[in-house]
């Protein structure tokens, strides 16, 4: 709505009217178009919303007062250990004094050697230690190529007295997954003062014994029931009754006997290498006990079962 005014800029009465727009449509369209509603809230979205944060307040409270263990990352990433393809293939001979020997050395010789494995390096690193009766001479670290054995030498050992002494040598190879692999090798040597005389002495050879047959330590073990075995289940049916085969080593001092739940058997035939052979027909279901006697005393028994024919 405006006011009219009049040519001195004044307003005229009764001149108050109101611009309608023109009749183009727009303004009855606008008037008669339906009003649109906003939607309504949905209660059970809104619960499951406030859930939601509830839970992540509680993880983040849990999370900031009881934090997870620290692991350290040579755990965190390390890898399963497997001999078979983690092992290094290094190797350590000592070459002089060799084992038992007597010299006036007192100079220490080794080889070391690391031919390829399955990482394919070019060159392999390690640390190497060497022990004279359990203290320590030397420590160092070599890179190795993947060649054969290179040589080395300790210094001389002014210091060492004559006698008996053990060295010792120590390898340990850093393998993939934070692994290590320990390789070890010790001589014992005995140290003589130089110009000293060693006197080799020629031991006799043992003589050797003949062996035994197989019959004569089967004569020569102790008296036992070979078969059956204990706790043997022996299987049974209606048309056939039950029978076990008894197999024994009889005594050699004294005669031996075989009883069956207390009742003699008979002794069988010897089937070889000192092995009697003897059968119990017409077994009843149910436990039986087989008696091996040498003269008055017994030196062996079984139990064994005839089950009941399905």
Sequence with gaps: MRERRDAKGGHAKGSLTRDLPADDGSYSLLHTAPMIKPAEANPLYSFAVLVVLILYLAACFVAYAYPPPVVPWEVEFALPYDPATMTSNCSVEITAPLHGTVTSSRVIEYALAAPDNASHSVHQVLQCTIYLDGSLVMTDLAILPRTGPIAFTTHELPGLAVGKHTVTIELLVPLRGGYEELIRASHDFYLVPPGHKVVKMA????????????AELAAASRPRLLAPLNATEVPTTEDEPA???????????????????????????????????????????????????????????VRFTVLTPQ
């Design 243 to 301: 029978f076990v085969r008894v197999r024994y080593i009889p005594a050699h001092e004294s005669d031996s006997s075989l009883h069956l739940d207390g009742k003699p058997l008979e002794k069988g035939t010897l089937i070889g290498n000192a092995i009697v052979e003897t059968t119990a027909h017409d077994l009843a279901i149910g436990d039986h006990i087989i008696t091996l006697t040498a003269g008055d005393e017994v030196v062996d028994h």
């Design 203 to 214: 031991l006799s050879r043992k003589s050797k014994r003949p062996a035994l047959s197989l």
